[in-house]
């Protein structure tokens, strides 16, 4: 059963654009939510977090939206830079210290 | 920030060896992690540590086991490697912040002939 969703495999936005990566998950208990951003042949890197209290983080250019009652978050990313050209994992936190995955958005910034 | 380190990152090992994947993290953290990363299936997570010696099943722990002999050291055993174990490993420390930050390794491609 997978708990947190990430439906689109890849996305490809124009430099300067915005990026919008979505998430989504069916476990109510989840208290935070987390992106990690992966480059190949690297570990995965935290980006962003919010608590399950707020709607909204921004951090630069990076910010995550949370709505509760659609058990669905986004990160959106602006402007969108080639630099950014990466796997993102979406990941909730609930009991135990443990994160549970999505299975991942390849976001490619073309020029 | 936690650093974590990996003792390989490619190895190639036939089917029916016992491969060891090693990780040291240089903080002291209570939480390690062992998840595997496949295509379309994300981040899965095999097993994870508390503490020394102790060790709780993920959600894939089928076909591994992991020991916790040093708080620093957590290390992921295939006790008789198979080709579906083929795979990127991610070794991961913390879990200790009020978001459950965990800091990744560089990851350990496996190859399983």
């Known amino acids: 059963d997978q708990q947190v969703k990430q439906n689109s495999p890849s996305l490809s936005v124009q430099e300067g654009r915005i990026s919008i990566l979505n998430c989504d998950y069916t476990?109510?208990?989840?208290?935070?939510f987390l992106w990690y951003k992966k480059y190949p042949a690297e570990g995965p890197t935290f980006l962003i977090s919010?608590?399950?209290?707020?709607d909204k983080n921004e951090d630069g250019r990076f910010t995550v939206f949370l709505n509760k009652s659609a058990k669905h978050l986004s990160l959106h990313i602006v402007p969108s830079q080639p630099g950014d050209s990466a796997v993102y994992f979406c990941?909730?936190?609930?009991?135990?210290?443990?994160?549970?995955f999505g299975t991942g958005t390849r976001l490619q910034v073309t020029l | 920030d936690v650093k974590v380190t990996q003792s390989s990152r490619y190895l190639v090992k036939r089917t029916g060896e016992k491969v060891f994947l090693e990780c040291v993290q240089d903080?002291?953290?209570?939480?390690m992690f062992w998840y595997r990363q496949d295509p379309g299936l994300g981040l899965r997570l095999i097993y994870f540590?508390?503490?020394?010696?102790?060790?709780e099943k993920g959600d894939i722990p089928e076909g591994y086991s992991v020991s916790r002999e040093k708080k620093e050291r957590f290390s992921l055993i295939l006790e008789s490697a198979s080709t579906n174990q083929t795979s990127m490993y991610l070794c991961?420390?913390?879990?200790?912040?009020?978001?459950?930050?965990?800091?990744f390794g560089p990851g350990t491609r496996l190859t399983v002939l």
């Open positions: 990941a909730a936190s609930g009991t135990a210290s443990k994160l549970t």
């Open positions: 476990n109510s208990m989840f208290d935070y």
């Open positions: 919010i608590s399950s209290i707020k």
């Open positions: 903080m002291d953290h209570e939480n």
């Open positions: 540590s508390y503490d020394v010696k102790m060790k």
């Open positions: 991961a420390g913390g879990g200790i912040s009020s978001y459950n930050e965990q800091f």
